[in-house]
């Protein structure tokens, strides 16, 4: 027997050592538009964690003098309060950027959350079966029975505002998503027959599920809790919108949006900037999520 | 002709027994009438009643006019008015056990006698001059009518005797009524009388604010209640359309915590009342809709005085007052209120914070902040309290005994005075309006020095008016009485 | 040659079956496959038993079950003198090392996230067998030079393979740990004609080299004739005719068998074969025919065949056959 | 079939190309394919060697990132390659007929089989009385008799049936009945068998081979296996790495194979006869299509290659119908 | 489809169903502190109200027992006392849901008549300018925050243009007796052309609000299943029977292509019935959702309670209905 040809070997072994990870790294950074967009959504991050260095003026501080001030372009406005001030006199991009704390800090938490719960559960029920899974699966059947902003919004009108509680109110209903993600990967996964060499070599359930399934179904789950940040901060944007959100004068974009609401005829600034920066923000994780859906499963490659 | 008016919110029921709600009974008053009424300059007049005698401390006659009919044509009698009395006073005479939620406005009313074909006689439990200011809220039903709808029937039917009679009610929409024709005019005090001018009345629910104003600027509609301050430019500006203001009778103020460790001194109160530039507030938040108060009572009120102290803005003797009491660096304290008036009050707290009262603001569900704030409960911890309480009678009755009484259920600050107590026990049985005045207005120089509470102002409430409208002015009681408006 | 490595005995598994109870409230119907109905035979040290049927005739299902990979409904496994179906865990883990398993699939069976040295080195670590890491690749290293792969190659992933080296990092895992006995579960069938015969080489001169015994699966008859010492057909969950293998394939006695031999194309001589044509398809294991399984497709089925299930009977020579008609000396193939 | 006939089909020098991510692929690089009126042609070869791609190439159907980059390609004497869209529709499924390699996944899930054979008929069947209803009165019997001809039974109720209610077997022959329901003149079958166990295989090519016959129509057979080949077709082209490396008639081409490849090939196929004995499969694999270098394709695998392999190798014409892509032909033997 | 299978499938429904109220019992259940106290609030109830409101609420039994009374009361359709309307929850609910399903309806329908040609023209002209559109359409479609772009389309289009009334459902001219209490309808059967116009030109942007996700999400799913389709071998196998191109896109294509749509569509609904909270109050729709958002705000827990269990069991129902349709386009699924 004499080793097989190397040279033969296909092209995209040549590199040594490239992970699928890496390869599909690489063809999520060839997407200009995915790639930019994943730059920016750095960018939101990073002006969040560096809010009180980069807002030129602190969100809370109210001046009466300056109420409903026009953006800085705008007669009667000043450019170092580029955005113009609310109904209060408080700086609107200084406000905007504090509020980009409470969205992502929100969304990340929701998803972190979501996404390890959903993990575990889906892995025991799709790997176990059984009664584990006949528990998980109906509580996820009948989690999906609510529509999510009224689940929501019923848990928020009974457990009060505030940003635990909205935390708590999505993550209680968004597991449900990794979880179903999980559990069919998983049933798929166990299926497979490189889970069951895994078995037959005398491998544990624990390592089965942590070794061999969890890495597989990792890439599916990171891009499915992309697209679902995007969606949790629109959730938490319109539970703030309602006054179900954090508390003032913590400021969020939501609740910016709504306090502007009664300005609109005579200063539409106040709740047109809180709304683009959601808009922005989402569409950003969206164009990014969808780079990456493109480059990490390629069952939805068109 | 029509008239539309935007309304912040639709009416809960029809019925007048059966809610506590302001815009509720601004809405069905158009279409029934109380025994008194108010005319424009807020006077006690009659309207159902003829007129009306204090034959004791504790009992009043009323004369039913003749001829009043109902809107399916039947007459009104004294039956039907103690019909109505009873049905509001009488513990459980709404049926299935239910009584009604608006007992407690008519406070002391023991019962009801009918003492003539036209006369009934109201006896009180104990002395209540302030019975005629509050009867103007109550309005009269058919006797028949109820027995035949039953409470749950009243919810949505109407058989009043005002001005317009229903013709639907679109809920969560709008509530259309027409003109009665049958209608007995009216209180012959308000001119004019006789039946509505206009053929019909439409109230249309429009919650959100912006909408309310660009309906009205695009001549949608005719009136609209609670014009924010920011928007009155706008409707100024507009070449149909114009602001009307009327005082209102709610008198907002600070309560403090005088069981707390800031505020059981006098120093630290007056700090408070010296730091906060209620003018400023009242001119950049309220658009300057707002009249500055010293005391618990409007302007307006019976018995308020003209000439109390004030405490003019002035940060230094406010940070020095706080020095005194040995808070040299200034307090840090948190202001409760209720979602409503969140603008307002951050708008306080900043302006207390720049004479070093550091304020932070905690907005709270009502029904927490009011227990939270209810005298009975000893455990309050909070600092300060952003509140308001009505006073619809204008009378200090209404309002200076719940707020400043020992224990009064609406003593937030825990104030405890038994020379206020004392003064206003002697005012609710005095029956000499002068004498009355004086008593109260002894009170009120007690508490501007006391400083239980930082009196802050009486709000304006704001409408806006189209200008095709005539003959329809604001009333202080915020009721939109349509009876006499016309339009062009 | 003599004393069998294992012994099958009326070896029964159904899928299926059990509800929970919200299915069972609101009626679901259980889904029961009969994927194996008793299946005995026995397979001696150092033979390869060759095992073919057709697509879901439960080929693939006997081979799981023989090693516990799917727990029988019923029946015994005895291995090396163990009944290995009674065997707790730990025991079970332990005997795993002497019995492995090939795939079909070289792209399902190799998971696609761990490097070649971790694939097959798993086996060495969770058998406590290498010392450390470090022994642990040099026997994987080891290995791969056995099956022909570059040793070099030991951090690569699966996708940097091809079918044909993915095949023989499968067979390196299973046989890092020394085993002696290993189901082949068409290890070839996915595989171009060319790169088939390169595994099947691998596979008959690794047996030779380390005396193993294999239970290899395949449909394909030429594969099976040419590296069994004996043939088992199976039909619809049951083994039908078994024998050596010149016995069986030159001389099938069973009708079932004897159309399966007509009905490949040879290469080197078209044409000279009598074809048996075959109606219908396998019948559906969740409902199979009473009586002889084979009788609806059967061109000899008489009465009884449609009644009762045959026995099994002895042709002589190892040969047995499961058919009514066996002894009138019938024959589709006039 | 006389080489004097004229060819039903004559593709030349036939280049499609597919632009991908890692490259152009060249999958297919300068293949003629010559069919003559009535006979059955074989093409095998590894899988991607360009088989599928060649003969929807021939139909008109290369998808992007696909495209015909060369070559002409005549039906009855008509270029196709110039027809327009409208013609071609007109001459796909009604002149020239192809069934695909997975029935399971060609035939459309969600219409009944009737209507897939139905819409065919209105399609192109000129025959079909005017009028709506003795149209579909026609056109329905013409689907029966279809149905029929490839042995379904109660044709007319199963055609209300969905494609996933019928068995593999089954499926694979309805495509067939469809494919054949204009009387093609040539019926291209792509791997029409390889997913089928053989016992059904069998009923599949008799079929094939049976209408053929009653209908004189061409048949191109592509498949994997040269046994079928030798069964059942008169002549074979072989395809290695996306060009042709051997074609001939059948039995010559089995008896006397004259490229490396194709005898690489021969020797890999297992049989029985050769139990005991080493078969001697190809090294190494197929190459990659991408970027070729302009040597023999076989070139890395060829036990035989000397230095002038490493150039542009042509087909030659070695007599008897008979041509190869091997530069040692010319030397005399190889 | 089996009638037997029907019901079977309904049965299925049953724990579904159960688990939901369970839920939405435990939402009010486990609210910390006296629930009947925050519920009164600063409603003037007498004591013996309170009482009543107690028992009727079962606050005294143990847990078990007061479920099973809130179940059998959800059955009967008894969810209490609204104490803020002083009438029975159940009638305040059914006064506002004939505003609140006509919207919801005409957003699904805008919806679905936008997406799905959308999503077919966009896969079919890939990469054309079409396709751009849709895909950066849908992309703006689904990051929009609906409470914001609702605002911003009152503005722009009643506010500003004033080509649409700025709030309600129908103008004051156009007011016609009630039939079925869904005005588009209702105008019609009474022939009043000029109120039916008025009633769509109110219900326009609020439909686009509400349906706007959903819109987003289906043009996208069509998209990609369209295009998935396409590269089926079926479609492929069409292309070699030599039919037309319409039959092969419209027959072969789209019905294969429509079955995620379905299921997608009927999971979005949950997007609809969420936003009509928010819709309804940014337009002053007088529905349901927006009674809900009033009440949450003066703690009214009975209605919002009666009104989450609504709301679940129609997306339930939706969903079940959806799964029926399913069944229709895909034969391969067996009820
Ligand atoms: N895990 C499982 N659960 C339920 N049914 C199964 C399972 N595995 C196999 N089956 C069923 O059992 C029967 C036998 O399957 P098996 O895989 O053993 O067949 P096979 O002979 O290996 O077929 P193939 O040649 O296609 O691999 C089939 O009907 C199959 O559908
Ligand atoms: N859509 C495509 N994109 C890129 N490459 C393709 C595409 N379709 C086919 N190819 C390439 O063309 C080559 C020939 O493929 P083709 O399908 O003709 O092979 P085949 O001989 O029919 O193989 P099989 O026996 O597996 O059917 C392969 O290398 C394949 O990778
Ligand atoms: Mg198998
Ligand atoms: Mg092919």
Redesign the interface.
Known sequence: MTAADDTAAPAIATEEGTTLFRRNLSVFAENRLALASAVLMLLFVLVAIFAPLIAPHDPNETDLFRRLQPPGWAAGGEWSYLLGCDGLGRDILSRIIYGSRISIFIGTAVILIATMVGIIAGLAAGYLRGWVDIAISRLVDILLGFPYLIFAIGLMAMMGPGLVNIILALAYKEWVIPCRVVRGETLAARELEYVEAARAIGASRFHIMLREIMPNILSPVIVVSTIRMADVIILEASLSFLGLGVQPPTASWGSMVADGRAFILEAWWVSTFPGLAILLLVLVINVASQGLRDAFDPRFNE | SEIRVGFTADALTLDPANHRNRETETIIRNMYDGLLTRDAEMKVVPEIAESWTQTSPTSFEFKIRKGIKFHDGSELTVEDVKFTLDRLTVEGAMGDGQTSPRKSLLGPVKDVEIVGDDTIRINLSEPWPLLPAMLPFQEFVSKAFVEKVGTAGMATAENGAGPFKLVEWRKGDSIIMERFDDYYGGSPDIAPVGKACVDRVIFKVIPETASRVAALLSGDVDIINGLPPFSIAQVEQNPNTKVMTVNGTRSVFLALNLHGDKFDDIKVRQAVAYALDKQLIIDKILGGNAVPIEGILSPAAFAASTNLPKHDYDPEKAKALLAEAGFPDGIDITIDTEGADKDTVEAIASVLSKSGIRAKVAVGESAQVDAKWDPKNDKNDGDMYFTSWGNGSLDPFDIFVPTHYTMGRGNASGYSNKEVDTLLDQGAVELDPAKRATLYQKAEAIVNADLPYIYLWVPKDIYGVSKRLKGWSPSADSRINLHDACVE | MTTPLITVDNLVKHYGGRRDPISWATGKPAINIRALNGVSFEVRRGETLGLIGESGCGKSTLGRTLLRLHEPTSGRVVFNGTDITALKPDALKAMRRDMQIIFQDPYASLNPRRTVADIIGLPLMLHGLASNRRDMRDRVAAIMDKVGLKANHLDRYPHQFSGGQRQRIGIARALISNPQFIVCDEPVSALDVSIQAQIIELLTSLKREMGLTYLFVSHDISVIGYLSDRVAVMYLGEIVEMGPVEAVLSNPRHPYTQSLMSAVPDVDHPGKRQRVRLTGDLPSPQNPPPGCKFHTRCPLAIDLCRKEAPPRHEAGNGHTVSCHLINDELSILR | MTTTATPLLQVQDLRTVFETRAGRVFAVDGVDVTVYPGECLGVVGESGSGKSVTFSSVMGLVRAPGRIVNGSISFEGRDLRGLSVHDMRRIRGRDIAITMQDALTALNPALTVGEQILEVLYAHDETLPEGRMARRKAARAKAVDMLELVGIASAGDRLKYYPHEFSGGMRQRIMIAIALACRPKLLIADEPTTALDVTIQAQVLELIADIRARLGMSVVLITHDLGVVSEYCDRVMVMYAGQVVEEGPTASVIREPLHPYTRGLLQSIPRLSLRGQKISPIEGQVPDLVDLPPQCRFYSRCGERIDACRQRIDMRDLGEQRRARCIRLSEGKA | MHLGKLV?RL??L????L??S???FL??A??PGDPV??M???????A??EL?LRQNLGLDKPMGERFLVFLENAVTGDFGTSL????PVFDVIV??LP?TIELSLVALIIALATSIPLGVMAAIR?NTIIDRIATVGS??G????????G??L??LF??QL?LL??????G?DS?VAPITHFLLIDTLLRGRLDAFWDALSHILLPAITLGLPMTAILTRVTR?SM??VLR???V?????????RR?ILF??AL??AL?PTVSVAALE???L???N??VE????W??LG?????S??V?N?PL??AA?LF??VT??LVNFVADLLYTL????VKL
Not at chain 5, 142 to 149: A, C, D, H, R, Y
Not at chain 5, 281 to 284: A, L, N, Q, R
Not at chain 5, 329 to 332: G, Q
């Open positions: 079977e049965l299925q049953v724990p579904v169903l688990g939901v369970t839920i939405v939402m009010m486990l609210t106290e925050i009164i609030g600063d409603q003037p109830i007498t013996a109200e009543t803020f309307h002083r009438r006064e506002r505003a890939k992309l703006l689904v990051s929009l925050p609906g409470f914001w772009f605002i911003l009152l503005m009643a506010v004033r009334p700025v709030s309600g459902r129908i004051f007011e990609t295009l998935e089926q071998d079926y492929a196998f069409a292309e070699a029977k030599g039919l037309s039959r027959r072969h019905k294969n079955i609904t949950g997007s019935l969420g936003g909270m928010i109050t940014v337009f002053g007088p529905g927006r009674l809900v958002v009033e949450i705000f703690r827990y919002v309670q989450v709301y679940a997306y339930v386009l895909n034969p391969r």
